[in-house]
């Protein structure tokens, strides 16, 4: 049975379903009636319900902007492999084109900003009152774990977006990452420096480990294997080899690869034995038009899936072996019988099929959503024993994850940046759409390129940006400069 997620009212204090259209509110705040909320480990689920809520609505009352989801699908098309079709349909073009987050007054930078400290105010709100909850010990361990959990993976988004990258040949980072807000509180408070915004991540997530274990009622929530996955992550940006290729081999225990079938399904299901986390989509709390599958999939029935469907790169497509059944997510022939798309869609070359929604045309946008799965921590684990010169263990990782997409596969006998780039190749194909592209190349240090393929001039308009240029960095949004007196912008 799927779980009806509750949200906390910040301002009134108040418990409601989630089908009654009230969400949190953006900013930390002590006006939330703690003592209600949290008087109950009961009453303390159903507020941490909350939050994970907030992650999935829209923002700014933005269609095209439904929270974390959204990121997912920015992240992607800020890249050269999530490529938007035509300009027929506006939505993330200004994304695309590398103008929303560089503008402290658009949607598309601001969004992310109160989002992600939205989930901040309100697990703070959890992690300071959790500890007088009348009920087990073990449900509170498992509030306040998944509560510091939520903080570190929003903080780990913020700072990515907002400060410059993580360099672990210059610790330690001083360049201005983004606020650290710990406790409940309506005060601005100064941007921290990059390492020690990564401090308090791993901080939270070493907490976390501690209180929380593998048992979990629904894999919308997270448990120890999610926090070992974010562990991995944030060590894999760090370039702390040794702690990614650690953490990333923990979080895949007990999750099975896709069979070559199950591949093919849609990622639209989270009852999939691959994935670790994801977003449990419920009926009656379906975003319509405002849902990660209205514009990534390639057969719901919107304007923007009909008139600007999304493609592959086709230089990154045409490295795919056909053996390999991830050559199927795209069509490269348009008039292909498995070219699927609603109807009256125009059928494009390279076009995706990887998200894919039952019928056709799918009337309902009630795909599940992938936040992590379990490819991703092979890929993690083989990038970093790869770097970390362990030739034989990365090979041998990458070959029982690729052999399970190409049965035909062998295993690498590449050394070096050889074998590191055909492990970023792969990354890049597994990872499409899932949300990596833009804070991969910027954690690698590398340039945006999105000449020699088939991106369309009159949508991305801008094709290369050199690494390390000040456009990796989110502008902080203007609202947050005008109430915030401390904190200071990037670079224009």
């Known amino acids: 049975m799927k779980k009806r997620y509750l949200t906390l009212l910040m301002a009134l204090g108040l418990l409601t379903t989630a089908c009654e259209q009230e969400y949190l509110e953006t900013s930390p705040t002590g006006s939330v009636d703690a003592g209600a909320a949290y008087a109950t480990t009961k009453n303390a689920t159903a507020a941490i319900n909350g939050i994970y809520r907030a992650m999935v609505v829209r923002y700014l009352d933005s269609q095209g902007h439904f929270g974390h989801p959204a990121m997912m699908i920015i992240l992607d098309v800020l890249g050269e492999d999530v ?24 949607v598309g930078d601001e969004m992310p900003y109160r989002m992600y400290y939205r989930i901040i105010g309100n697990a703070n709100i959890a992690i300071a009152n959790i500890g007088n909850a009348a009920g087990t010990q073990a449900e509170r361990n ?86 070992k996955g974010f562990q991995a992550r944030v060590a894999l940006t760090q370039q702390n080899w040794a702690d990614a290729a650690k953490y990333a081999a923990e979080a895949r225990k007990g999750f099975t690869l896709m069979s070559v079938a199950q591949y093919q399904d849609g990622f639209s299901d989270i009852s999939n034995p691959e994935w670790i986390w994801g ?14 599958h209205s514009y990534i999939s390639s057969n719901f029935n919107s304007t923007n899936i009909r008139v600007s469907p999304k493609v592959i790169n086709s230089a990154l497509y045409e490295q795919i072996p056909t ?26 070359p390279y076009i995706t099929q990887k998200f894919r929604l039952p019928g056709t045309p799918s009337t309902s946008t009630m795909g599940d959503i992938p936040y992590m799965r379990a490819a991703e921590m092979y890929l993690i684990e083989a990038e970093a024993q ?106 224009l």
């Open 83 to 106: 490529l938007i079709s035509n300009t027929s349909n506006t939505w993330h073009l200004t994304e695309t084109r590398w103008q929303a987050h560089r503008s402290e007054t658009s």
């Open 142 to 227: 498992q509030i306040k774990g998944e509560a510091l959990g939520l903080r570190a993976f929003s903080y780990f988004n913020l700072v990515q977006l907002y400060g410059k990258r993580y360099d672990a040949a210059a610790k330690p980072n001083s360049q201005l990452g983004v606020p650290l807000v710990l406790a409940p509180t309506t005060e601005g408070l100064p941007r921290a420096t990059v390492e020690e915004v990564y401090a308090q991540i791993n901080k939270d997530l070493a907490e976390a480990a501690t209180l929380l274990t593998s048992t979990r009622t629904f894999k919308s929530h997270i448990n120890l294997e999610v926090i």
């Open 279 to 292: 977003f449990d989509h419920l009926e009656d709390q379906s975003e319509f038009f405002g849902a990660f």
């Open 323 to 348: 053996t390999d059944v991830r050559s199927k997510m795209w069509v490269k022939t348009p008039t292909a019988a498995n070219s699927v798309v609603p109807t009256g869609g125009v059928r494009v």
């Open 386 to 491: 790869a770097r970390l010169g362990n030739t034989a263990a990365a090979a041998s990782t990458l070959f029982d994850l690729v052999s399970k997409r190409d049965p035909s596969y062998k295993l690498s006998t590449k050394t070096g940046t050889g074998l590191i780039d055909e492990i970023l190749f792969n990354r890049r194909v597994e990872l499409w759409g899932e949300g990596f592209r833009f804070t991969d190349l910027k954690r690698m240090d590398l340039p945006l390129n999105r000449n020699g393929a088939n991106a369309n001039s009159a949508v991305v308009v801008l094709f290369d940006v050199k690494a390390g240029d000040n456009q990796w960095e989110f502008l902080i949004p203007r609202r947050e400069l005008n109430a915030n007196k401390a904190i200071k912008q990037n670079p």
